[in-house]
Structures are given as C-alpha cells and as structure tokens.
C-alpha cells in the first residue's frame, strides 16, 4: 500500500513541508482559532502554530534521502532541539498568547524507526520532571502534557481538501516504473485472453505478429499497476477516487456505444486512437489541477487497459 507521501508530486523540501502542514492545521483546527507563526521577525518561537485548546505543532522534512538509520537519527536531533526550545521560551510563546501547551506535534512526512516514538516518550517525561522541580518556570506547559508524532498519513483527508480546492499547487503522482517484463501470473488468464483478443481486433494481426505479445504485455502491466494505483486512490483519497470513478463510468459507456456503432473493422484502430485521444482530453480537463502530466498518461493508460480486459470494449474481430 502506498503511503500519502509517495503520492505527493516531487521531493518534498523543508519550506513546502511546512507551508503543507499550517494549511493541514489551518483546515482541521479552524474551530479553535488555529494561528501559524511566520518564522520572521525573532523566530517561531520553536512552533509553527498553535491552537487555543493548547496543541503546538513543529515540522521537520529531509532535504535529501536518507537510510531508515538515518532518517531517525536526523529526526530524534530536531525533536530534541525544538523541545528545548519550547522549554526555554515560556516569555515569547506567553507574548504570542500561546495557552499553557497540552499537545506538542512533531509533524514528519514519515518515520521508519520506533525508536522515534521511544524518545518522543523520554522527552514527555524529561519535560514534566523539569515542570514537577520548577513550575513557575514551566507554567507555560500544562500538567497533562503530551508529545505526539504526526506523519501524512494523519492528515489524509485535509491533504485531499488542498489538493481537491486547489489550496496550493501541490498535485498527486501516480506514475510509476513499470517493468519491462510483466508477471503475467499476476492477471487472471481471462483478463489475459481478453486483452490478447481485443489488441488483435485493433491491430488486425494475428497470433504470428511479432509485436502482438509485446503490447498485450504492455497493457496486462497497465491493468495491474492499475488495479494498485486506483484501490490506493480509494483509500488514501476517497473523494478524488469517487470523482474518478464517475468519469470513468460515465465514458465507458459512450466508449460501448462508439464500438458498437462500428460495423467496418478495419476502422478498429483508428477508433481505438480517438477514444485514448478524447479520453485523455477529458481526463486533462477535469483533473490536470489534481495530478501531474504523467500521472494522468497514467490513469487514461490504467483505466483503458481495465476495459481491454473486462467487456467495455468488443471490437469487431479480425474474422468478422
């Protein structure tokens, strides 16, 4: 299963990181007067934002790939420094009318270490047994105080918001590296079949043609990769997969009724050139804000190869 990051167009730096998680605070904690803080003018103060329930937030982004050994490392340091921060400004984060912290957020696209989690928890009580020994200088943290790791994956949905309402100009990746030598085990045999048959009623070859198995091969890996991609649109972004749907449905149906109406042959593939053609234009023109160019050659590719081996698409045969 792909993880939300993975869907998110390029690399993510540092300032787009943080530029994601206040929009992603903005919409989930609207109803308690969620304020981000510009790290300008002295500083953030050690916080991006924070809420008037008590909850603060910090992110921390990579710049560059690490080994999961690494990563963790990178990310126990930040979330060291940044506590300590927010131990030590009690009189700015007072000033900036923050309420006494509840929640400390450590927003990080992703963790691959638990030990991560392990000294989030050390910090937590290393912040409270500091408060217990001097709490007029801790007031600024309240007595239930909780440090909690926030990754992509927490904010799925605010995540699909942005990308739905075009609250910024982030937009979704689903191309992927296709194999140049598809496992066919992965398809059922009549999937298989009816993929091989429809590609000869479009190629107008028969089973001697030498490209015939190379581009039923290209499409079994379409309608694979897409079976992955679309059941992860599902889960990850139900509103956008709901929306895909709809189209999808909608002009397959004229697809059927264009095929059927076709009564020369040899007309197949150029037919079948016309709907790869106008079903990109359609796939363009509705989600071109939500995914990348690739990723919607992608998706037209994805979804012609589903028809190819389903039943929305029974071109006349090369004996007919």
Not at 166 to 194: Q, T
Not at 223 to 233: A, K, P, T, W
Request: proline residues 2%; aromatic residues 10%.
């Amino acid at each position: 299963m792909s993880s939300i990051k993975s869907f998110i167009e390029g690399y993510m730096t540092g300032n787009a990181w943080e530029e994601l998680c206040v929009q992603c605070y903005r919409i989930r904690y609207q109803k308690d007067n969620y304020t981000a803080i510009p790290a300008t003018q002295g500083g953030d103060a050690g916080i991006e934002g924070f809420t008037n329930k008590g909850v603060v937030h910090q992110c921390y982004c990579p710049e560059r790939y690490y080994s999961d050994n690494e990563l963790y490392d990178h990310q126990r340091d930040k979330l060291s420094a940044d506590i300590e921060k927010l131990k030590k400004n009690a009189n700015r984060l007072t000033k900036l009318g923050v309420p006494p912290v509840v929640e400390w957020h450590f927003n990080i696209p992703e963790y691959k270490d638990t030990r991560i989690l392990m000294h989030a928890e050390n910090k937590r009580q290393e912040v409270l047994a500091a408060k217990k020994e001097k709490p007029s200088e801790y007031a600024h943290i309240a007595d239930d105080f909780q440090i909690i790791i926030k990754t992509a994956e927490d904010f799925a949905l605010e995540i699909s918001r942005i990308i739905r309402t075009s609250l910024s100009d982030m937009k979704l990746n689903l191309a992927i590296k296709h194999s140049s030598e598809p496992n066919w085990s992965n398809c059922d045999s009549k999937k298989v079949s009816n993929i091989q048959r429809k590609i000869k009623a479009i190629m107008l070859v028969d089973d001697t043609d030498e490209n015939l198995n190379k581009i039923v091969g290209i499409y079994v890996d379409y309608y694979i990769s897409g079976l992955e991609i679309l059941n992860n649109l599902r889960v990850n972004f139900p509103e956008i997969y709901e929306e895909i749907y709809l189209l999808e449905q909608s002009y397959k149906r004229e697809v059927s009724i264009k095929i059927l109406m076709n009564t020369n042959k040899t007309m197949n593939r150029t037919l079948f050139d016309e709907i790869l053609n106008e079903f990109h234009s359609k796939l363009k023109q509705d989600f071109s804000s939500r995914f990348t160019e690739a990723s919607i050659s992608e998706l037209k590719q994805d979804l012609i190869a589903s028809w190819l081996a389903d039943c929305s698409m029974e071109f006349r045969g090369i004996n007919k």
